[in-house]
C-alpha cells in the first residue's frame, strides 16, 4: 500500500540550530515528493519538490531536502532555523501518472526555542 | 491577487444541516482538488475535477457532493452534516502539466 510516514510528531530545536525532518515512504515505483508547511491558521504552502535528477533539492525559505531510493526518503533540512519556521510540515508524495494524487504523511510540528 | 480563495473561512453548524463551501482559483488551472484535514492534522484527498470531470472520488460518503460549474470553481455540498465532518476543508488547484498543488486557505468546519 502506498503510504508516507513521518515519524517525528514534534521537534523542537533552538533558533540558529540546524534541523532536519523525515519522511519515509512505501510506494511501487518513485513518486514524485514534496514537502509542504502549514503555519497556523493558514493554508499548504509548497516548500520544495523532487521529480527527477539532482537527488538534492533546494526549496524557499533556506529549505532543502535529500531523495534516497534506496533508504526510501526524503528528508528536509534547514542548517540555521529561524523563530518564523515553527509550523507543521508535512510530507507528500504522488504518483507519475495524470491522477497526480497526493498521498501526506501525518505532519511535523516544529517548535522554536527562542 | 489571491491564487486559491476558499468560502467561507469558518463555517459553524449544526447537525443534519446542509451547507456548502465554495472555491475559486485564478492560476487558469485546469485541475482542482478537495482534501479533509482531520483533528490530528491528517490530510486526505476527497475529490479531484479536470475540467469540470470528476477524476477522483475517493471513499467518500455520498453525502458529500462536488460540483465544478466551470474549471475555475469547484464547490463541495454536504448534507445531513454530522459530527464527524467536523474538520478543516482545503481545496487545492494543479495547472496542466505541473505536478504540484496549490492550496487554499481552508474551511473550517464544526458540526455542533
Known amino acids: 500500500a502506498q503510504s508516507v510516514t513521518q515519524p517525528d510528531i514534534h521537534i523542537t530545536v533552538s533558533e540558529g540550530a540546524s534541523l532536519e525532518l523525515r519522511c519515509n515512504y512505501s510506494?511501487?515505483?518513485?513518486?514524485?515528493l514534496f514537502w509542504y508547511v502549514q503555519s497556523p491558521g493558514q493554508g499548504l504552502q509548497l516548500l520544495l519538490k523532487y521529480f527527477s535528477g539532482d537527488t538534492l533539492v533546494q526549496g524557499i525559505k533556506g529549505f532543502e531536502a535529500e531523495f534516497k531510493r534506496s533508504q526510501s526518503s526524503f528528508n528536509l533540512r534547514k542548517p540555521s532555523v529561524h523563530w518564523s519556521d515553527a509550523a507543521e510540515y508535512f510530507c507528500?508524495?504522488?504518483?507519475?501518472?495524470?491522477?497526480?494524487?497526493?498521498?501526506f504523511g501525518s505532519g511535523t510540528r516544529l517548535l522554536v526555542r527562542p | 491577487d489571491t491564487a486559491v480563495s476558499q468560502t467561507p473561512k469558518y463555517l459553524v453548524t449544526q447537525m443534519g444541516n446542509d451547507k456548502s463551501i465554495k472555491c475559486e482559483q485564478n492560476l487558469g488551472h485546469d485541475t482542482m482538488y478537495w482534501y479533509k484535514q482531520d483533528s490530528k492534522k491528517f490530510l486526505k484527498i476527497m475529490f479531484s475535477?479536470?475540467?469540470?470531470?470528476?477524476?477522483i472520488n475517493e471513499t467518500v460518503p455520498n453525502r458529500f457532493s462536488p460540483k465544478s460549474p466551470d474549471k475555475a470553481h469547484l464547490n463541495l455540498h454536504i448534507n445531513s452534516l454530522e459530527l464527524g465532518d467536523s474538520a478543516v476543508y482545503f481545496c487545492a488547484s494543479r495547472g496542466q502539466g505541473y505536478n504540484e498543488q496549490f492550496f487554499g486557505p481552508g474551511t473550517r468546519l464544526t458540526v455542533l
Open positions: 510506494y511501487g515505483a518513485t513518486p514524485y
Open positions: 507528500a508524495v504522488g504518483p507519475m501518472d495524470s491522477s497526480y494524487k497526493l498521498i
Open positions: 475535477y479536470n475540467n469540470k470531470e470528476l477524476i
